[in-house]
Nanobody, 115 residues
């Protein structure tokens, strides 16, 4: 079973920045699409951003031009740089790995943005 470990969450003031990291344990990272999702209290989990194995990226409208997803295949790590954070960005952030229909999730990291 693939293991994904997120880190980098925390408490930040509105307008601040954080960088989340997600390290994968398996051997198929470079061939996988990687994504970030988030779940706010009382809400459904929502997609935030995705990066393909080839490096193409896509973002939810709510985070476009503020968040940047990137990957380092040598470190088997995907990142989410979050700028201009807003209180509505408060959520548990999860990374997801997808390859050949197989999906793996991390345990999540809490991001709290104070107003």
């Amino acid at each position: 079973q693939e293991q994904l470990m997120e880190s980098g969450g925390g408490l930040v003031e509105a307008g601040g920045s954080l960088r989340l990291s997600c390290v994968a344990s398996g051997s198929t990272f470079s061939s996988s699409a990687m994504a970030w999702h988030r779940q706010a209290p009382g809400k459904q989990r929502e997609w935030v951003a995705v990066i393909s194995s080839g490096g193409s990226t896509s973002y939810a409208d709510s985070v476009k031009r503020r968040f940047t997803i990137s990957r380092d295949n040598a470190k088997k790590t995907v990142y989410l740089k979050m700028n201009s954070l807003k209180p509505e960005d408060t959520a548990v952030y999860y990374c997801k790995k997808v390859i050949g229909g197989e999906v793996s999730w991390g345990q999540g990291t809490q991001v709290t943005v104070s107003s």
